[in-house]
């Protein structure tokens, strides 16, 4: 109970150790072995968190959440068959779980089944419409598809959803952040849209939001790097519509 606190609370190195020192006495605990692998992956060591997350599946072959966990870490390390594999073993046995076939449309359009990856997230989409980050995920398929319209319809209605979902408790950073990146996503379609107006409105909006969670903790590397890129987007477009005095200036705050 403590390390998950610790974790949900965002203190991962106190997690992580307690989780180490608890693993010492019980080696075989497969839940502490899959939060410590959740810990390995928030950190970005995959490759840890991969290794995990198969002892996990060594002791407990049906421990669908580890594997569920699993096929996410082969995901992000770019390992899509295999993630593929372990995500259709999974729905092999929940043919109708959202979040399992939401994780397959992300696979498939990683590996270009574009068509396939738009109709699983359509039929998602109809069990969770308020769900943000599936309609931030349908309209990266529909914009490398090249669907821009629809993509760009996506992107809107998963800002709005991350705007409710943030409004919510303004306090959250990472809800704020997920309003960021919708704004980012959306005006990034409006761009290549060719509507300068509609980008520049919502990567100013990125980049706002960057700014305020910089100015919440200056020390967070990530937010740091986000602020850089909304700066850097945002003088792109004031280069290409010839201000160049306005766009230097938003190079020199990156």
Same mark, same amino acid.
């Given at each position: 109970?403590?390390?998950?606190?610790?974790?949900?609370?965002?203190?991962?190195?106190?997690?992580?150790?307690?989780?180490?020192?608890?693993?010492?006495?019980?080696?075989?605990?497969?839940?502490?072995?899959?939060?410590?692998?959740?810990?390995?992956?928030?950190?970005?060591?995959?490759?840890?968190?991969?290794?995990? %997350?198969?002892?996990?599946?060594?002791?407990?072959?049906?421990? !669908?959440?580890?594997?569920?966990?699993?096929?996410?870490?082969? !995901?992000?390390?770019?390992?899509?068959?295999?993630?593929?594999?372990?995500?259709?073993?999974?729905?092999?046995?929940?043919? !109708?779980?959202?979040?399992?076939?939401?994780?397959?449309?992300?696979? %498939?359009?990683?590996?270009?089944?574009?068509?396939?990856?738009?109709?699983?997230?359509?039929?998602?989409?109809?069990?969770?419409?308020?769900?943000?980050?599936?309609?931030?995920?349908?309209? !990266?398929?529909?914009?490398?598809?090249?669907?821009?319209?629809?993509?760009?319809?996506?992107?809107?209605?998963?800002?709005?959803?991350?705007?409710?979902?943030?409004?919510?408790?303004?306090?959250?950073?990472?809800?704020?952040?997920?309003?960021?990146?919708?704004?980012?996503?959306?005006?990034?379609?409006?761009?290549?849209?060719?509507?300068?107006?509609?980008?520049?409105?919502?990567?100013?909006?990125?980049?706002?939001?960057?700014?305020?969670?910089?100015?919440?903790?200056?020390?967070?590397?990530?937010?740091?790097?986000? %602020?850089?890129?909304?700066?850097?987007?945002?003088?792109?477009?004031?280069?290409?519509?010839?201000?160049?005095?306005?766009?230097?200036?938003?190079?020199?705050?990156?």
């Amino acid at each position: 109970l403590a390390p998950a606190v610790a974790l949900c609370e965002g203190r991962i190195a106190v997690a992580e150790a307690m989780l180490r020192e608890y693993l010492k006495q019980h080696p075989t605990d497969v839940a502490a072995i899959r939060m410590l692998a959740e810990v390995a992956a928030r950190l970005g060591r995959f490759v840890d968190a991969e290794h995990l %997350l198969q002892r996990c599946l060594e002791l407990a072959p049906g421990f !669908h959440a580890a594997r569920h966990n699993l096929a996410t870490v082969l !995901h992000r390390q770019n390992k899509a068959q295999a993630a593929l594999g372990e995500v259709e073993a999974l729905l092999a046995i929940e043919p !109708h779980n959202g979040g399992y076939q939401n994780l397959k449309a992300a696979i %498939l359009t990683r590996i270009g089944d574009y068509p396939e990856a738009i109709e699983i997230f359509a039929q998602v989409l109809q069990q969770f419409p308020r769900q943000a980050r599936i309609w931030m995920s349908y309209g !990266h398929a529909l914009k490398t598809a090249g669907r821009q319209q629809e993509a760009i319809e996506a992107y809107r209605e998963s800002l709005s959803f991350a705007q409710q979902v943030a409004e919510r408790d303004p306090a959250n950073s990472e809800w704020q952040l997920g309003v960021a990146m919708a704004h980012f996503y959306l005006g990034d379609a409006l761009r290549v849209q060719a509507d300068p107006a509609g980008a520049m409105r919502e990567l100013s909006a990125y980049r706002d939001i960057a700014r305020r969670l910089v100015e919440r903790d200056p020390s967070n590397e990530k937010w740091r790097l986000e %602020l850089a890129y909304g700066h850097g987007n945002v003088a792109a477009i004031l280069e290409a519509e010839g201000d160049l005095v306005g766009a230097r200036r938003e190079l020199e705050l990156a």
